[in-house]
Structures are given as structure tokens and as C-alpha cells.
């Protein structure tokens, strides 16, 4: 064989191997939705050059993560300041912190996208992502589709009403046909609207500040939602609303983070971490820099 037959051998099959590696590089990302919602990528890798992905809690390898070497989180960025999109528009808060941390600790790439809060159920159950982080309590309705890590957010749940409402400050008062009372769509408040208020009016909204809004400008009469999310709406609406002034809350209760059913592998691997970071301090100083308050307190660790 000649010197030039041997070039040209030798070119068409680097020209193969180029064309192979370029057809697998664009054939396996889809990270945008069919429904258009929102992907945000957020590098979280191990030290360059490293490849071993073995981590304090388990083999990352182990965790049937939809995509390997990321992890796919399906957040609802509207509740500030719990999970939001940053004047930058880069996703920012408690649960996003926290998600960072995890990856992090992976030493795999971190993928957030972007959805209403209903959707995150469905997109999780159909493998759209790895796990949500929302949260979600762990409700005996929810673990049949989904399962569930131990408790990683505290909720206080309250009733508000307009700052000038005169209502009587108790559920009876409330309680009746002619009250409206708002929540967030599929969440656990509009549960609680419907035991507690049962005679009322339930108005439930896709978006959280649509159920706020609903109540400050007249259109219903109060809403059922977190403390801190109240504090943080009247933070930007001069105090439009005001918590009502019952008796105790109306559910103290935690938020969990949600995995695809069945794999337990990461729901655990979830928990191991909540309780590194709970037992060293870091979720409480984490809580107190996003949220703007002390850490109530939370289950123990066994």
C-alpha cells in the first residue's frame, strides 16, 4: 500500500470518529420542555479533572438520576424567598441553596426547570426530573405516586385577612357562605381551606401572588398561606394584609422533598444529607441568611 493510500486511510477514519463524537454530543441533552417552561443550569461539578463520583452518602451511580452526572430538580421559582428568580433572573432562596449544597456534594452538574407549581407532580412522576424541591408534605394522597424524603422546610400555616378587616378573629367567623377565602392551587392550604372553612368560599389560584392580590384588593376575604411568605407579600404591599389573630396557627407542619416512586436509593441519600447539614448547624444558618428568621424547630434525626 502507498504513502498516500495510507494517508487517506488514516483520514477517513479520524473524519469517522469526529462525526461519531459530534452526532452523540447533540442527540442526548433536551432540557426544555415541551410546555415551555423555564431551565436554568447551574454547574455544581467536583474539582477539575475529577471523575470519581463516590460522595460521603452512597455512590451518586446508585441513585438512577435521569440523566447521569446531573441532577434534575423541578422547583416552582415564585416564593420568595423560599425559591425565586433573583433580579438577575438566576434562581435564588432556601430550597435553591440548599439544591446548590447537594450537587455540590454529588459532584454532579445541577439542573433546575423552572414550572407552576401543579405541574411539578406530574413532571415527576412521567421521569421529566429527579426530584422536586418544593415543600411538598408528604401527604398519604401524594405518596401514592410520588415518595418522600425526611423534612427539610418548616411551614406555619396562617389565615390573613385585609389590614382593615373586621371580622371576629375566629374560624367560625370565617366559616361562612359569605366569606371567600383564597390559596395556592394544590397545595397544602387549599386543603386546609376546604377542612377548616368548609362553608366558605374556596378560591384557589396557579400563582401565589394571584391569591394575595385576590384578598388586598376586595375580592375575597382572606387567604390561607406560610407566615413567611405573608411577611415577605406586605414587605412590597405596605402591610395590605394582617395575619388574624386566632387563637394557634392553623397547621404547623414540614415540606419534604419529592423523588420518583420507588427510588429509594435517592430518597435516602436526600434524608443522610438534610441530616448532615441539620446536625452541623448549616441548615439553620442557611434558613436564617435566605428566609430572614431563626430555624423553628425541627424532627430529629434518628
Not at 392580590?213 to 390561607?224: F, K, N, P, Q, Y
Not at 452541623?280 to 441568611?289: F, K, M, N, P, Q
Amino acid at each position: 500500500m502507498t504513502r498516500t493510500r495510507i494517508g487517506r486511510l488514516l483520514f477517513a477514519v479520524a473524519l469517522a470518529l469526529a462525526l461519531t463524537t459530534i452526532a452523540l454530543a447533540c442527540g442526548g441533552d433536551d432540557d426544555e420542555s415541551s410546555d415551555g417552561a423555564a431551565t436554568t443550569e447551574t454547574s455544581a461539578a467536583t474539582t477539575e479533572g475529577e471523575t470519581d463520583t463516590e460522595t460521603e452518602t452512597g455512590d451518586v451511580a446508585d441513585l438512577n438520576l435521569v440523566d447521569p452526572g446531573k441532577l434534575t430538580v423541578g422547583m416552582s421559582l415564585q416564593f420568595e424567598p423560599q425559591m425565586y428568580l433573583d433580579d438577575s433572573g438566576d434562581p435564588a432562596g432556601y430550597d435553591v441553596v440548599l439544591v446548590e449544597a447537594l450537587a455540590e456534594q454529588m459532584g454532579v452538574e445541577l439542573d433546575i426547570q423552572n414550572l407552576d407549581f401543579n405541574g411539578l407532580i406530574p413532571g415527576l412522576v412521567s421521569k421529566r426530573f429527579d426530584m422536586v424541591s418544593v415543600g411538598l408534605s408528604a401527604t398519604p394522597e401524594r405518596k401514592e405516586s410520588v415518595d418522600f424524603s425526611r423534612e427539610y422546610v418548616p411551614y406555619v400555616q396562617v389565615l390573613a385577612a385585609a389590614a382593615d378587616d373586621s371580622t371576629d378573629a375566629t374560624i367560625e367567623a370565617f366559616n361562612s357562605s359569605d366569606k371567600a377565602i383564597t390559596s395556592l392551587q394544590g397545595s397544602t392550604a387549599e386543603k386546609l381551606v376546604a377542612a377548616t372553612f368548609p362553608e366558605a368560599q374556596s378560591k384557589s389560584f396557579p400563582d401565589q401572588n394571584a391569591a394575595f392580590l385576590e384578598v388586598s384588593t376586595g375580592r375575597a376575604d382572606a387567604i390561607v398561606v406560610e407566615n413567611y411568605l405573608l411577611a415577605q407579600f406586605n414587605e412590597s404591599n405596605d402591610d395590605a394584609l394582617e395575619e388574624v389573630a386566632l387563637e394557634e396557627p392553623l397547621q404547623v407542619e414540614y415540606g419534604s422533598y419529592a423523588v420518583q416512586k420507588g427510588n429509594t436509593a435517592l430518597a435516602d441519600y436526600l434524608s443522610d444529607f438534610i441530616c448532615e447539614k441539620q446536625e452541623s448547624g448549616e441548615l439553620a444558618d442557611i434558613y436564617e441568611e435566605t428566609i430572614g428568621a431563626e430555624l423553628p424547630e425541627m424532627p430529629e434525626c434518628s
